[in-house]
Structures are given as C-alpha cells and as structure tokens.
C-alpha cells in the first residue's frame, strides 16, 4: 500500500451515530466532517470502514461527506471490510466470504460510500466455509471491473494467508489485527516459544513473521486500547494499567507530546512498520495522534521495553 503521508489509518467504525436503529441525523453528518478534518490535520489519507460498522451507518455518513466534499476523494484511500453476517430475523450471525456475498457486500459498500471504487478491501474474518478461489474469483471480478483495487485480510494467520494466497494472483495487501500495548499476543507469542506460559497466548505464532516476509502490510486495530493509558474514564488506579499509565504519562511529559502519541510510538517503533488505526471519533484525540510517528522515531530501547514490561505486568522470562 501506499505509505505517502502519515503511517496512522482512521478507523471510522465511530461514525454514524451508534449501532442503534433510525436515519442518520444532521448531527451525524456534522461529527463525521469534523472527525475527517481532524484525521486530515493529523496527516492521515486512510479511511477504514467495514459494512457492519454501525449497521452500514458509518459507511453512509462518510458518504455524505464526500458527496459535499468531492475534491477529498483523490487525496485520500478508502479500505472497506466485509464477510461478518449480523443477526437478522431470519439469520443467525455468521461469516459469509462466498463469491456472491462478498461481491453483493461490495456494491453496497459503493453505493453507502458514494464512490466508483474501493482502494482496498479486507475480508473482515476467517469464514471456514469459504474457497480460496471463491474469494480469488470475487476480487479477480471486482478488480476487472475497476470497484477494488487490491485484495487484503483481517484477523488471519499465517496459515490461513497462505492458503488464501495461493488462489491470488495478486500479493494480499494487508492483515488488520488487534495489537496494541494491552492487548500484546503478538509480541507475547514469539518471546515465549518453549515456554509454559505460550500456551495462554492465542495470537498465532508466525503471522507477524508472515507478513514481513511477503510484504503484508501490518494494521493494528484498537491501538489505542481504549484509552485505558491516555486518560479514559475507568482507568485502574492499581496495577499494570495504572503504572503503565503513570509511564505513558512520564514519557509524553519528556517529550512534550500527547499520551496517545507514545501509545501509537510504542507499536510504531517495532520494526514490523504497523500502521495504528486510530478508532476515536473525538477530534481533539484525533489530532492527539499526530506526533505518533515522531515519537517512534525518538523512542528509546529502554524506553520501549518499560512500557512492555509495565503493561505486562511481570518482568520478561
């Protein structure tokens, strides 16, 4: 993918005005605006969606601002997800990545977004009854007509991007994947091999490797970790999460920038080259998030390894 510009990626599963039932409302709009221009001021020109994300709500709100806002379709990438089913009257949830799902899902995703086509798609999870070339023939019709441009992942293994890629004429293009300072199976997973504590740890071992070997670009999502370092309501006040904080807090102080930017700077310094999505629809922590790739940069081993060990809570083995 297309690394001009900032590294971060907005996720925009906030917009829409909530998971609930009913229309969109003027309000709806408004926040969506303001969330974009404050993704634009922080440097970011990747707009994550999914065609569940608020029921299909968040989709249509981010259309509604292109559809006022031509000029920002050429500036920017949109990445769309589907394949996650949600329960229906007569469906119970499931994931559904067969060729005439995922091609039907991406023509709604067209028509909510505004759009002639999507810069890349993610099928969003693992779904056991689909075939690789089912999905290789979705794409491969999507791509001839001009809708998807290039083809990617969400919350897969190694193996199961291996299997899908052997369909794949083209490269997969990235693998979304929960990762962040809390939630760290990714890390975990490596430095604990032939160690009794692996076994708790449900990350697949390989994946990260995987994806650095053939170029797979790494997306984190809840990078964040919702706040619970950078000032969310609710935070501990003891243990691993209130000392990680404390440390987080410390290292923006040295150097003079947001909590959230060392948050995003801890998972940017890995040499993986993650890109965060950022999933808040609040401006002002959205342009918090600007300095995050500064902040990599500027980020010491030391440094690196005390946020890890605090957030884990127990010293490395």
């Known amino acids: 993918m297309n690394d001009a510009g900032s590294r971060l990626i907005f996720g925009c599963m906030g917009l829409g005005g909530g998971w609930g039932s009913g229309p969109l409302e003027a309000s709806d709009i408004a926040a969506a605006n303001s969330a974009v ?37 050429d500036r920017i990438q949109l990445q769309t997800k589907c394949g996650i089913r949600l329960p229906a009257a007569s469906r119970i949830g499931q994931y559904d990545s067969s060729r005439e799902t995922v091609i039907a899902r991406v023509e709604e995703s067209l028509e909510r977004l505004g759009t002639d086509r999507i810069d890349v798609l993610l099928i969003h999870r693992p779904d056991p009854l689909a075939h690789p070339e089912e999905i290789a023939s979705a794409f491969q019709q999507l791509q001839d007509d001009g809708k998807v441009l290039r083809l990617g992942v969400s919350n897969m293994s190694a193996g199961q991007m291996r299997w899908l890629q052997s369909a794949l004429s083209d490269a997969l293009a990235a693998n979304q994947l929960e990762m962040s300072l809390h939630r760290s199976g990714w890390l975990e997973s490596g430095v604990l091999v032939n160690h009794t504590e692996a076994a708790e740890i449900g990350f697949p071992h390989g994946t990260l490797e995987y994806c650095q070997a053939n170029d797979v670009e790494l997306q984190a999502w809840g990078a964040l970790a919702q706040g619970r370092y950078s000032g969310a309501s609710g935070t501990a006040e003891t243990g691993p999460d209130a000392a990680t904080a404390a440390l987080v807090t410390e290292i923006a102080e040295e150097k003079e920038c947001s909590p959230e930017a060392v948050v995003l700077g801890w998972l940017m310094r890995h040499p993986a080259r993650i890109r965060p999505v950022v999933g808040t629809s609040n401006p002002k922590r959205i342009r918090a998030c600007a300095e995050a790739e500064r902040i990599a940069a500027a980020m010491t081993r030391d440094e690196w390894y005390s946020l890890w060990v605090a957030a884990r809570g127990r010293a490395l083995p």
């Not at 990747?46 to 989709?59: L, Q, R, S």
Request: no cysteine; charged share 30%.
């Open 37 to 73: 221009d404050a993704a634009l001021e922080a440097g970011i020109t990747v707009f994550d969606h999914a065609d569940i994300y608020a029921h299909g709500k968040a989709e249509e709100a981010f259309g509604r601002v292109l559809t006022g806002r031509p000029e920002l379709r």
